[in-house]
């Protein structure tokens, strides 16, 4: 149901939309109709002070279902999740909860397909999609795999490196084509709110990202504003850093790991492979274990969705590190199954969490920096100075507490 008042353009300037408080509530902000807008969490985000940004007004918004001004703010992207304002919240409304619901909604709109919506709202969908690719890439294996060596392990005879390069960089391809038609979106919806008529100049987009994108990116640095629990922020290092050399040593130099030659401890490229596997078995147990016992307020709920993608993230760590060490005492036949069962929780750990879900939040962050910043200079080069000086005074996502 949708009560709504709309402005002279016909759009909504004020509604309730019992739906969509029912949806943030299913994505985990339970507790966003007993906030009474006291402003307390934007005092104290130690972000506030990094942005003009007000957390309060977002969660306005959402109180009034008011998607479309959700759909332009950029605030949500800008909690990197600490807890702080869920320790200190009057009305307990956990609003660290709160935001990321939110942020999980704005994945659902951002995505073009649908698959995200279904992802976060209906299990059966999420297992449905973990099987049906998992069969398939097993099926893929079985059809293709090269001979079976007996006598010693060689998996490049395996698993060709012919037919697995190929296909994995067709498949990252076909990942990173989704993602970025995602971020586009984004795009779209936050610059609707830039001021009217301002060209940018190319120089100056290609200056903010290169300022911007990649430290946001490979750091994460906003997360080290927390001032209590840097735990979190090391945790999401260590899963970010064990991922992006998996990544690197099983995706750009894949014929230098998949060979026929025995895995040795002494090769660098075996310490790296094992380093990667190992960070990642630390990182998704520890965030398993908070998750579990609920040690930090950000996992106080977890969402189907979270559990999806450290459960997966663990697994396709164990099962990478297993194959190593098989590779290492030379144990042909349970290399060969159990790098097989390793491909099949890769493919539906990559396809569903990169473009659709969780994964997903690593690229819109910075992006999110990036787009606020580029709305920010619209402000800055607005022609009319009066009206600059009034809109700056006043953006759309700033101040009031
Ligand atoms: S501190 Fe709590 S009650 Fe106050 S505005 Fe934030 S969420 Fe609402
Ligand atoms: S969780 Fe932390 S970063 Fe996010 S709004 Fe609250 S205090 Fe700010």
Redesign the pocket.
């Known amino acids: 149901m949708m009560i709504s008042v709309k402005g002279e353009d016909g759009k909504p300037i004020l509604g309730f939309n019992q739906e969509f408080i029912d949806e943030l509530i299913e994505l985990g902000g339970e507790d966003l109709l007993i906030?009474?807008?006291?402003?307390?969490?934007t005092a104290i985000c130690p972000l506030s002070e990094v942005f003009n940004i007000s957390?309060?007004k977002t969660?306005k918004y959402a109180q009034l279902g008011l998607e479309e001004k959700l759909l332009k703010d950029t605030t949500p992207w800008l909690c990197y999740a600490c807890g702080e304002?869920s320790d200190t919240?009057?009305?307990n409304?956990k609003?660290t909860n709160i935001l990321a619901a939110i942020r999980r909604y704005l994945t659902i709109k951002y995505d073009w397909t649908g698959l995200s919506r279904a992802l976060y709202f209906s299990k059966k969908a999420e297992v449905a999609g973990i099987s049906i690719l998992a069969a398939l890439t097993g099926l893929i294996i079985y059809l293709f795999h090269g001979p079976m060596v007996l006598e010693r392990v060689e998996l490049e005879t395996f698993a060709p490196i012919h037919i697995v390069e190929p296909a994995g960089i067709i498949t990252l391809l076909v990942l990173a084509g989704f993602l970025l038609s995602n971020i586009y979106r984004m795009y779209k919806f936050i610059m609707s709110d830039a001021y009217p008529g301002v060209k940018i100049p190319l120089s100056m987009y290609i200056k903010e990202f290169i300022k911007i994108i990649p430290t946001h990116f490979l750091t994460q640095r906003l997360m080290n504003k927390c001032r209590e629990r840097k735990s979190y922020w090391y945790t999401h290092l260590l899963i970010f850093y064990g991922y992006a050399l998996a990544f690197i040593l099983f995706a750009v130099v894949l014929r230098y790991t998949q060979t026929n030659l025995p895995f040795l401890f002494v090769d660098p490229v075996s310490i790296f492979g094992i380093l990667s596997f190992i960070f990642l078995l630390i990182g998704s147990s520890l965030a398993i274990y908070g998750r579990i016992r609920k040690t930090q307020p950000i996992w106080s709920f977890s969402h189907s969705t979270d559990w999806m993608f450290i459960t997966l993230l663990l697994l396709v760590s164990l099962t990478g590190l297993l194959t190593g060490i098989f590779r290492t005492i030379n144990w042909p036949l349970p290399t060969y199954i159990i790098y097989s069962i390793h491909l099949m929780l890769v493919v539906p750990f990559l396809a569903l969490e990169v473009p659709f879900a969780k994964w997903s939040h690593l690229a819109y962050r910075p992006f999110a920096i990036y787009f606020h910043r580029l709305r920010e200079l619209t402000y800055e080069l607005a022609p009319v100075k009066e009206a600059r000086r009034e809109l700056i005074a006043q953006p759309i996502t700033g101040g009031g507490g």
């Open positions: 906030c009474y807008q006291c402003g307390s969490c957390f309060r969660i304002c919240c009057p009305r409304a609003p």
